[in-house]
């Protein structure tokens, strides 16, 4: 198996969406679905269970998904570690969540043109992990949103915005112009992984223990709503499929866009992505 092919399986497998896949790796489809019959091949196993509807994983499926995102975490450190070796100028980015975010864009294009000779690699990560990377040493710093465990860990606020409720847009809630917490209550709600971060779990949760179907990456929360009625939270202001809606929630603090450092790192690099970022998520 090559790195690669193991890359174009866990997007596929995150976003459970060819087309969407295709489009988080900067490819077209064709090749990509090309590749994920090849890995069935070699794995000599369905990996996927495809339908007019999206995609789901089979149980060897789910097995490679844990497995390949291990070993793409391991190919990442050795990257960073053999790159910190031999001196190359690089700076890694953990990006959580909407990278169409016109922050990201801004300050995308601002750090570029500050740092023409920079290599500046980007790794995206899913919802079990909000310090995107950076507490397990795979990047050097991270655009993700808090609260979660700061704890050696340095943060910048760059930006708030209210929350909603997502749900079905045939729920009897979903034309409200603004909901409680209280009033969702006897509902489903999705979850993190048990060893996910408790603060960032809470946050999420509405601040209390809720149950529901476990989940790991936005199209996973999305796919558990339109599918099981569950409901979830989200930042205001993304676009949703036709099939949901958001409801503002009038009693949830706001989330905070942050950018996140290691506590003590001197990198300049990073002290000028802070400041950089700064600029562009006030613009």
């Known amino acids: 198996m090559e790195l690669r092919t193991l890359r174009y399986f866990v997007a596929v497998a995150e976003e459970l969406h060819f087309g969407r896949a295709a489009t988080r790796l900067h490819m077209s489809q064709p090749p990509l679905s090309r590749a994920i019959k090849q890995l069935e091949a070699d794995v000599g196993a369905l990996l996927l269970v495809r339908s007019p509807a999206g995609v789901t994983l089979t149980a060897v499926g789910t097995v490679l998904l844990d497995e390949a995102r291990a070993l793409l975490d391991q190919a990442d450190r050795v990257r960073v ?14 990006i959580l969540g909407d990278g169409t975010d016109p922050g990201v864009a801004r300050l995308a294009a601002d750090f570029s043109r500050h740092h023409p000779g920079i290599d500046i690699r980007v790794r995206d ?13 795979l990047v050097d710093v991270a655009l993700t949103r808090a609260p979660f465990d700061v704890t050696a860990l340095t943060a910048r606020a760059l930006r708030t915005d209210p929350v909603g409720v997502v749900l079905r847009a045939d729920d009897p809630l979903a034309d409200r112009d603004g909901l409680l917490l209280a009033e969702l209550s006897d509902r489903r709600w999705f979850q993190f992984p048990q060893d996910t ?4 779990q809470s946050y999420w949760n509405g601040g209390r223990p809720r149950e529901g179907p476990v989940v790991r ?19 205001l202001g993304h676009d949703l499929p036709a099939e949901l809606a958001v409801v503002p929630l009038t009693d949830m603090p706001p989330s905070r866009v942050v950018a996140v450092w290691n506590e003590g790192d001197t990198n300049p690099l990073i002290r000028s992505f802070i400041e950089i970022a700064s600029s562009a998520y006030h613009r």
């Open 125 to 137: 990560t899913d919802l079990t992990d909000p310090t995107c990377g950076l507490s397990a040493g």
């Open 217 to 235: 990456t936005v199209q996973e929360c999305l796919q558990a709503v339109l599918w099981n009625g569950t409901v979830g939270l989200a930042p």
């Open 81 to 94: 570690r053999v790159s910190a070796a031999a001196g190359v100028a690089t700076i890694t980015i953990g």
């Open 197 to 200: 971060d408790p603060i960032w």
